[in-house]
Nanobody, 113 residues
Framework: QARLVESGGGLVQPGGSLRLSCVAS????????MAWYRQAPGKERELVAT???????TYAEFVKDRFVISRDNAKNTVYLQMNRLRPEDTAVYYC???????WGQGTQVTVSS
């Protein structure tokens, strides 16, 4: 029954930054481990980063030292700060609450000159 709404995507030049947001409803947000995934055209969905209930984080190798995932439980929101963006970061980005089966519409991130 979780509902997730992503926002913040757009067109950015290589080396630029973007902050994505995901607002969750229908769940007790503070009890859920959260994640950001992305899917590029012609590729399988891949895990980008996770932030757990205790605020611990993990990152995929391809975003280490560039992206920061965080959460604000008071706002039922998970963020993905994306820095030093590369063209290969172009994808639709989705957030996910573990143990739920619902996904939002995603937000498009395009990195191009």
């Amino acid at each position: 029954q979780a509902r997730l709404v992503e926002s913040g995507g757009g067109l950015v030049q290589p080396g630029g930054s973007l902050r994505l947001s995901c607002v969750a409803s229908g769940i007790s947000f503070s009890f859920y481990d959260m994640a950001w995934y992305r899917q590029a055209p012609g590729k399988e969905r891949e895990l980008v980063a996770t932030v757990n209930r205790d605020h611990s984080t993990t990152y995929a190798e391809f975003v280490k030292d560039r992206f920061v995932i965080s959460r604000d439980n008071a706002k039922n929101t998970v963020y993905l700060q994306m820095n030093r963006l590369r063209p290969e970061d172009t994808a639709v980005y989705y957030c996910h609450a573990y143990y739920t089966g619902n996904w939002g519409q995603g937000t498009q991130v395009t990195v191009s000159s």
